[in-house]
């Protein structure tokens, strides 16, 4: 399983199990059947309600966990409680995550210094954000001097962002895409399921393969246990250059799906 690299000298598996709107009394039992699969990342967040079942699963084993704070959260001494809340339910926290930056709160700066602290203070090794543009990581890195390890965001090939993918790579931040297949809503398009014939595989599988060559992290959610293995095995996956500036061309200015972090 390929690792990327983060800029605080950590690496993190480049394909995870989110589980978003995976139910609590099924988040244990989904997470075990990912990390015997071969997941090595697993994605949770206290806004999701399932971090005990993560918890659970996680608890003795190597796996990376990422979870993150929730909207009600923001500031610094929030921040700091919502950490607190959160390592109580899990064994352990690889990356803490800001998971909006509410620029209507306008706290997102002082949230990002909790989270600087924690790191500081050897609580949580890799510290980073979720659906941040890149006029908010400008201002933390401006205020803070460290760049997030990664910014999580909606992105697919109908909503590619290469905006905040440059951005990214400009401050050395890993680039992490939610809602990868794009809310399933891709996997009966008609150029994925050409490519999908062509090479042997499906179209979850594809556009994830896609996302992986890309150099992007990944953390699809699955509900059942062979859903999980098959887009595991998009590591398998090889596109030619041809098909991948075929995806690439399906990029649209209206593509996104969730919410616009710049107006919430």
Same mark, same amino acid.
């Given at each position: 399983m390929t690792d990327l690299p983060l800029n605080d000298g950590r690496t993190i598996p480049a394909i995870g199990f989110g589980t978003y709107k995976v139910p609590a009394e099924d988040s244990a039992r989904l997470s075990r059947e990912a990390i015997d699969a071969g997941y090595r990342l697993i994605?949770?967040?206290?806004?999701?309600?399932?971090?005990?079942?993560?918890?659970?699963?996680?608890?003795?084993?190597?796996?990376?966990?990422?979870?993150?704070?929730?909207?009600?959260?923001? #500031?610094?001494?929030?921040?700091?409680?919502?950490?607190?809340? +959160?390592?109580?339910?899990l064994? *352990? /926290?690889?990356?803490?995550?800001?998971?909006w930056p509410m620029p209507s709160q306008d706290r997102y700066v002082d949230t990002?210094?909790?989270?600087?602290?924690?790191?500081?203070? #050897?609580?949580?090794?890799?510290?980073g954000v979720?659906?941040? +543009?890149?006029?908010?990581?400008? *201002? /933390?890195?401006d205020a803070t001097g460290v760049a997030p390890a990664l910014n999580q965001i909606e992105l697919h090939p109908t909503f590619q962002q290469r905006k905040a993918r440059a951005g990214h790579e400009r401050l050395g931040i890993v680039t992490q895409s939610w809602s990868p297949l794009g809310q399933g809503t891709l996997l009966t398009d008609s150029t994925i399921a050409a490519i999908a014939q062509e090479v042997g595989a499906t179209p979850a599988q594809v556009i994830l393969a896609w996302h992986l060559q890309a150099g992007l992290g990944v953390i699809p959610?699955?509900?059942?246990?062979?859903?999980?293995?098959?887009?595991?095995?998009?590591?398998?996956?090889?596109?030619?250059?041809?098909?991948v500036a075929k995806i690439d061309a399906m990029d649209r200015e209206d593509g996104r799906l969730g919410p616009n972090p710049d107006t919430l």
């Open positions: 994605d949770t967040a206290a806004f999701y309600a399932n971090e005990a079942g993560v918890g659970e699963a996680t608890g003795g084993g190597d796996i990376f966990v990422t979870t993150k704070l929730w909207r009600d959260a923001m #500031g610094y001494d929030g921040a700091l409680r919502a950490f607190d809340a +959160s390592a109580a339910k064994p *352990r /926290i690889d990356l803490f995550l800001i998971h990002w210094k909790a989270l600087v602290r924690l790191r500081e203070e #050897g609580r949580v090794a890799s510290i979720s659906n941040f +543009s890149p006029d908010h990581l400008d *201002r /933390i890195v959610k699955a509900s059942s246990r062979a859903r999980i293995e098959e887009n595991l095995a998009a590591q398998s996956v090889t596109l030619s250059a041809e098909q």
